[in-house]
């Protein structure tokens, strides 16, 4: 994004605001909005920051997430900013899991930073399971099953991750899925963490993403004391801007000696890298009407998230035209997660070499086309299933090209058996 | 420095590359560099980058690390980019630590970025004290005395920190006691944990920086294959680049098992920030003689460092000028540590209060003149010595100021007693 990358190529080196060609180079916006983070970020970029991020920065989230909330409340101080979401998880499974006899419930399939932090910080994963067959759907009732298998077997249940939209199954939760769910923390006593990283990357025209923040403030009842977190990044979205680890987490009916205490943890490493902090108030606070960055930033904003609409139909319609593949529809985030069927004889074959054939499938399309899949396991999958992961990123003009590399590979491998 | 701040503002926006100013606004060696960086960072500053950092970067950390050391090999797969020292100190903790019984070697006083991720990870800090009366320096005997008293407590032993130039103590290390430093741990079978990310911050004419990876390359017998961690950031020396988080960790002598499980816990948090990653690519390879941008990079430099040691002595005749305060020289780094000799009615009266009596002083040294520094207590201090921590940072303009305030401060705290 042409706007995100002008502003902070000033904010490096402030000179630019001066140069005799400023305006040529930059729209007057983009000049004002450099000058305004130089002049209220203490030591411009070189400097530490606090903890938690500047507090300039804190106040431009906190507005921007009032803004996508309908104007709930944010208070600055319940955010810390951090380099990309990963940060936040570590403070939190850190102070979480006092023992393999604290748990964390964590949907399955899983993005991986969960099952490694927890394993990281020497707690136990309790995985509740998403159902492929009803669109990845999150079942309270099934909760309750898991909650009581884990009680039983003496553990001390501490939090529900939920990540909507889904990674790697890119579901986008109902709101009436998301209050089923915050009641089942209030009931259960849970800490809900909200991973709501991919919270722009909505393709389903039915769905909407709501954040659990604004879920929990318009909630009655013991659901509205629900100690949420919410996580978000700058790695994904419309903007993907992976590289300079940023991102935030914006806590919400927390304590304030338990606030003190990850202000603590967040102190022992300085501060997240400014720019990153930089990038994620632009990310929360876009041009306006009438700005002059405004007309370039919508193009350019709509012609990705309308290209990656494309490609997630073209991928899960691809999937699905294969024998022995099923696919739910991407309707957010910006991956795959297919169903592989495969004949017993393959399966077979690979547990005699020791191996699950989701892994050698993955493996022999890479060697085969160069197409780099993630095979189910790695994000933990129902016994007895297998998955691959894909993301719907590749250039959309090798796309078509992709899709049909990948159908000719599969009907060959699957043809052997 | 300009230089820097000039590369980091093209990668941060290529455009400028092909704006028809470019020549205008930027020397030529900086457009040539940021090209070659925007041609060779895979997916620009955008992009994730391996969990280890961009190759092409690493490559010339390397390149700048055997500059530095006068040629010994630097292998760029033993190096980690890291967002500022901090992550490398909480890897090699975690990965050190198994249980309280594990313990580490500290300095004190010490940087306590060392006693919280001891904390944090569950091991045992166990200390050896600086000489103060000898210039902070470390004894390889009262060493081997405190390796004796751990071992009788049941701990295992497992790293030796060094932290040179010294935070918060400011000495610099002779050649002689980094190989007496060597040997100890070859005999003793620890890690030798180098923090040297003061390796730029010499200001003794007496005084130069040996890396430990030159010392261990140039070693003979059990102390060549001694297994060093050379610990560096961008957020000293003469650029203090705080804000990027930047730096990186070198290993020499680790076993490929043990790279390996490094790699796996850097991978959890995807990438160090690529911004920090160019920013300390940049350090290790500043501009040469007939470049462009050599001579207002060697002015800018030269004229930071000429201050900073007229700063250190400045605050170190400063503290040695006052009845009851001793301070060693600052022979690099950026802190003074003076030792405070109270008169025995101030101590008793804060401890009546609770309180330490440098806590006491440091809080009312606040209040009365606005100056902060930090209690001894805070890095640790021999038991009934007494200091406190200060920069040699504010402007130098201001340096004067500070110091006449400071001695009336103390004239007039003390003369209560």
Known sequence: MTFYRQVLSIIDYPDLLTNPNASSIYPLDVLSLAKKFIDNIPGGSGAYSESKGVPFLRQMVAKGIEARDGGHPCDPDSLWMTDGASPAVHYLMKMLLRSEKDAILTPIPQYPLYSATIKLYGGTLLPYYLSEEKGWATSATH???????????????????????????????????????????????????????????????????????????????????????????????????????????????????VKQQMYKLASINLCPNVNGQVCCALTLNPP????????????????????????????????????????????????????????QKAIDEAHARGKEPDFEYCMELLDRTGIVTVPGSGFWQEEGTYHLRTTILPPEEDMQKVSKLFSIFHKEYMGKF
């Open 143 to 257: 909760l309750k099953e898991q909650v009581q298998k884990g009680r039983a077997q003496g553990l001390h249940i501490r939090a529900l991750v939920v990540i909507n939209p889904g990674n790697p199954t890119g579901q986008v939760l109902t709101r009436e899925n998301q209050e089923e769910l915050l009641q089942f923390c209030a009931d259960e006593g849970l800490i809900l963490i909200a991973d709501e990283v991919y919270q722009t990357n909505i393709y389903a025209q039915d769905k909407k993403f709501y954040s659990f923040k604004k879920v929990v403030r318009e909630a009655s009842g013991t659901a509205a004391n629900v100690a949420v977190v919410s996580l978000n990044s700058i790695s994904k979205g419309f903007f993907g801007e992976c590289g300079r680890r940023g991102g935030y987490m914006e806590v919400v009916n927390f304590p304030d000696d």
């Open 288 to 343: 306006q009407p009438g700005d002059p960055s405004y007309q370039l930033f919508t193009e350019e904003k709509d012609a990705i998230l309308a290209s990656l609409k494309r490609r997630a139909l073209l991928v899960v319609d691809t999937f699905n035209s294969l024998d022995g593949v099923t696919c739910n529809p991407v309707e957010g985030a910006l991956y795959a997660f297919p169903r592989l069927t495969f004949p």
